[in-house]
């Protein structure tokens, strides 16, 4: 296949996934512009720690979009469709079984998170209210993440894009009314997203039926407790939650830390990490379509395959990154005052603003990386890499915080992403080797 295929097949992928993935940080600049003119700082902060838990516990389970991937990919590619069919079933179990134990266990989990990130007496009732109700979709929002891992391990990102477009549209026309026309405030937010869970299950079981005539092969129910392939599957998906709850922990170290420095701190973080998520999410597709044309070529055994995937992905991952720094230099401050309307949250955001310049540039190795290593399912070494940069995120917290305060809290971030980046590159030409071996 020549070059220039390659970065059509990249963008045959990599385009839906793009479309679908925005989705998420326009809701959630949805989310802080309808809480950010609410009266005072400490509703938005509400809605971030709120958040923040949710983006702990699902992207802790995150394994379950990675691992359908690779492990989906791989068996695309070494042509096995009754495999491709079992996977998707033993991750929709796995789901279901950890959403009723998160509802189970929800009354520990909202006490040490508030324990741990410690908000301020005006926001910790408001996160507990949003977590209360936002829980009960946790076992839809954790389908979800297995259902989008199959499509993307069948090469089929419209169908992810379709699902989590209607999930996050219905989302955005509910936080709307329940909030601005209904006044609910940080509890209409949480209801919104419940409900949009909820509902974008039905359009993706209907979605994973039509597909299922095009992967072709058979059910075979008892394939799906094989001893084998559920060994693999636990550790794939243990390294994968090792290495999410790392990156989840740096997550809320930023959150925690600057709401240490005070609600106003905390609100213009919860600002600017809307333009690190806008980024990284968008920045993601070419790490998921990395993922599925990897994952294709380990389960094929062809390295040339591989390499090609590899470098057209990462091209595409590296000019993007480019893009979002120059919209940010330019468009930095106008975006601020569209998510918030308090003056004191616009100024102090702004000081920090060139941290989300120079961000996207940095961590585009780290995002392109975690996809070429999630499709070859080496989750090992990124389960070791991810430990590995969050000592050196810690050591730079204790160094450069007390000196720097929040302009100290960014660059030990900024630091965290290089060191991922180095941790991972470090292994790739091994990774390269070991395909079609």
């Known amino acids: 296949m020549a070059a220039e295929n390659w970065s059509r097949k990249t963008w045959f992928l990599a385009g839906p996934v793009m479309l679908s993935n925005i989705s998420v940080p326009l809701l959630g600049a949805v989310d802080t512009a309808v809480v950010g003119h609410l009266p005072g700082p400490h509703y938005l902060g509400a809605v971030a720690v709120g958040a923040l838990i949710f983006s702990v516990v699902y992207q802790g389970c995150n394994f379950l979009r990675m691992g359908t991937t690779g492990l989906t990919a791989q068996s695309l590619g070494a042509r096995d469709p009754d495999e491709v069919r079992t996977w998707l079933a033993r991750a929709g179990l796995l789901a279901v079984c950890i959403g009723v134990l998160l509802i189970a266990l929800q009354t520990p989990v909202i006490w040490a998170s508030l324990k741990i990130v410690n908000p301020g007496p005006q926001v910790q009732p408001l996160a507990d209210a949003y977590f209360s109700i936002r829980i009960w979709g946790a076992p839809m929002a954790l389908l979800n993440l297995a259902m989008l891992g199959w499509f993307f391990g069948i090469q089929n990102t419209r169908a992810a894009l379709a699902t989590q477009i209607f999930m996050n549209g219905v989302n955005i026309v509910l936080d709307l009314w329940f909030v601005l026309g209904l006044g609910w405030g940080v509890e209409g ?32 129910m008892g394939g799906v407790i094989n001893a084998e392939r559920l060994a693999r599957m636990v550790r794939v998906n243990g390294d994968i939650f090792i290495r999410s709850m790392c990156l989840q922990a740096a997550f809320v ?63 595409w991952a590296l000019i993007f990154s480019a893009l979002f720094s120059l919209f940010y230099l330019a468009l930095g401050p106008l975006f601020i005052d569209l998510l918030t309307s308090i003056d004191t949250v616009r100024v102090a955001a702004r000081e920090y603003l060139p941290w989300m310049v120079v961000l996207p540039m940095i961590s585009v190795w780290s995002f392109q990386l975690d996809g070429i290593f999630i499709g070859s399912t080496w989750t090992r070494e990124m389960r070791n890499g991810m430990a590995m940069s969050l000592v050196v995120f810690v050591a730079a917290l204790f160094l450069l915080v007390p000196a720097l305060e929040n302009h100290g809290l960014w660059l030990s971030f900024c630091l965290f992403m290089v060191a991922r980046a180095l941790t991972l590159g470090a292994v790739y030409p091994r990774l390269e080797r070991a395909v079609g071996q």
């Not at 509902?199 to 039926?209: C, E, H, K, M, P």
């Open 189 to 220: 937010v949480a209801w919104a997203t419940l409900i949009s869970e909820v509902s974008a299950i039905a359009l993706g079981a209907w979605i994973v039926r039509r597909n299922l005539r095009r992967v072709g092969g058979h059910w075979h």
């Open 253 to 315: 170290l930023v959150i925690s830390i600057g709401a240490r420095m005070g609600d106003l701190t905390l609100a213009a973080n919860a600002i600017l990490l809307n333009f690190q998520i806008f980024s990284s999410y968008t920045m993601d597709a070419f790490a998921n379509a990395a993922e599925a044309l990897t994952g294709e070529a380990v389960g094929a055994r062809n390295r040339e395959q591989f390499r090609k995937a590899v470098k057209a992905s990462s091209l």
